[in-house]
């Protein structure tokens, strides 16, 4: 059985930072692609940064400079550090995996966890 278990979330005043964990289990974790995603109230869901197998990390221009997403292949454990956080960083925080399957791509998503910035 294939979870994502995000943790981490929570309550922040502005300009403070927090980190998300994303503990994943049933998967070829090192294999797999991971990012976190978020969706704010009102609006589509949005990648905020991925890490490929080989390490290769990406941001959106919102979080760039703020945010760092790292992986740790022996815990089978995805993070997102975030600093500077400003109340537009507001959702619910996503974990999600692709993971190879022979020639095939599975996508899964994690449940959620809410980081609320206050101002």
């Known amino acids: 059985q294939v979870q994502l278990v995000e943790s981490g979330g929570g309550l922040v005043q502005a300009g403070g930072s927090l980190r998300l964990s994303c503990a994943a289990s049933g998967i070829a974790f090192s294999a797999s692609a991971v990012a976190w995603y978020r969706q704010a109230p009102g609006k589509q869901r949005e990648l905020v940064a991925s890490i490929s197998p080989r390490g290769t990390t990406n941001y959106i221009n919102s979080v760039r400079g703020r945010c760092t997403i790292s992986r740790d292949n022996a815990k089978n454990t995805l993070y997102v550090e975030m600093k500077g956080l400003k109340s537009e960083d507001t959702a619910v925080y996503y974990c999600?995996?692709?993971?190879?399957?022979?020639?095939?791509?599975?996508?899964?998503w994690g449940q959620g966890t809410q980081v609320t910035v206050s101002s």
């Open positions: 999600n995996a692709d993971v190879p399957v022979g020639t095939t791509w599975f996508r899964y």
